[in-house]
């Protein structure tokens, strides 16, 4: 009788609306800013299908994938660098996508079978305006020049962002110009490497470092700072597009993938599909500071307009995230830890 009952209400539930199987997307994510709640509203008000969102740490929810392997409920992973979605697809986290939209709206350097790029920011040189001049500075090669001994501060050498420029400048010098190069730049520390890139901002405004590296979104967030303090200090720190009269600034990405045990393929490709119409590229990339990646597509942000423009290195990154292994050995060679 109780499973009579069971069954009926069983059968009434399936039937009902309010039970009818709901489309939801779960979407592992290591990219966590405000604006990112209203972008992933307007995909459920287009698409009917919802978002179930779990944030963490990039690295946790790698391996979090991988432990929870063909039961994941992973469908889409987004995170930043092209090292770390470059580590995702080695480790087999993810599905080659074919998809007319994205690859006539993504630049082909910017992505590969498996994982495309939403917005950029570029990795530029920074130096304090009275400690350094903008042209003793304007190529990456240049900080290993002795004229700077005592005056490069940098964060670690492993961290992603230094990865994958080192391995870009072993795909532009190879690898034995680039090994020099970082000997070069470690005998022209003032410090030690540590913090991130905003710790090095602020010591080369305080004059405690002459020159450093940092992603743009980092400078455009302390020159739209609220805080009257860190405009000011901005006043102090020049900022380089690395490279202009050869191939370009190394740029990255935000970028995202479909989890390869992904359970609503579909929807997936729906929502990396999305990520590239004109009104998400903006908001994608306006929640971080960086820029669309889809031409045509502006960014209206005060702080990257005040940047300039520049000429970005066009290297494919999928590529360039080849070479990191070798990057994380050259560096460990030249001391640059
Ligand atoms: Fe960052």
Not at 4 to 16: E, G, M, N, P, Y
Not at 99 to 121: Q, Y
Not at 229 to 243: L, S
């Amino acid at each position: 009788m109780k499973s009579r009952i069971a069954l009926a209400l069983l059968l009434l539930a399936s039937q009902s609306p309010v039970f009818a199987q709901e489309k939801v997307l779960n979407l592992y994510s290591a990219r966590h800013y405000q604006t990112d709640e209203r972008l992933y509203d307007n995909f459920t008000k287009q698409t009917g299908i919802k978002i179930n969102r779990i944030d963490g740490k990039e690295d946790e929810l790698m391996e979090r994938i991988r432990n929870e392997g063909a039961n994941s409920p992973a469908d889409v992973f987004i995170t930043v660098d092209a090292t770390r979605l470059a580590v995702a697809d080695s480790l087999g986290l993810f599905a080659p996508v074919k998809s007319k939209i994205l690859e006539s709206r993504i630049p082909a350097h910017l992505h590969t079978d498996t994982w495309f790029a939403f917005s950029t920011r570029a990795r530029v040189i920074i130096y304090n305006r009275s400690a350094v001049r903008a042209e003793d500075v304007s190529t990456y090669e240049a900080l290993a020049d002795p004229k700077l001994k005592g005056k490069v501060c940098s964060r670690s050498g492993g961290h992603p962002y230094n990865l994958s420029l080192v391995a870009s400048l072993i795909a532009h010098d190879g690898e034995a110009k680039t090994e020099e190069w970082a000997r070069g730049v470690v005998a022209n520390f003032a410090r030690p490497p540590r913090g991130g890139d905003t710790d090095q901002i602020k010591a080369v405004a305080a004059g405690e470092c002459g020159v450093a590296i940092s992603n743009t979104y980092y400078l455009a967030r302390l020159i739209r700072s609220e805080k009257m303090e860190e405009r000011r200090m901005m006043e102090r720190v020049g900022i380089v597009w690395p490279n202009q009269s050869g191939r370009g600034s190394h740029i990255n990405i935000s970028g995202a993938g479909m989890v390869r045990t992904a359970k609503n393929p579909e929807a997936a490709v729906k929502f990396l599909e999305y990520l590239s119409s004109d009104e998400a590229q903006r908001y994608f990339a306006d929640g971080n500071n960086e820029w669309p990646v889809v031409s045509g597509v502006t960014a209206n942000n005060p702080a990257l307009e005040a940047m300039g423009k520049f000429k970005a290195d066009n290297l494919p990154l999928g590529s360039i995230a080849k070479n990191v292994a070798v990057a994380q050995k050259v560096l460990d060679r030249a001391g640059y830890r």
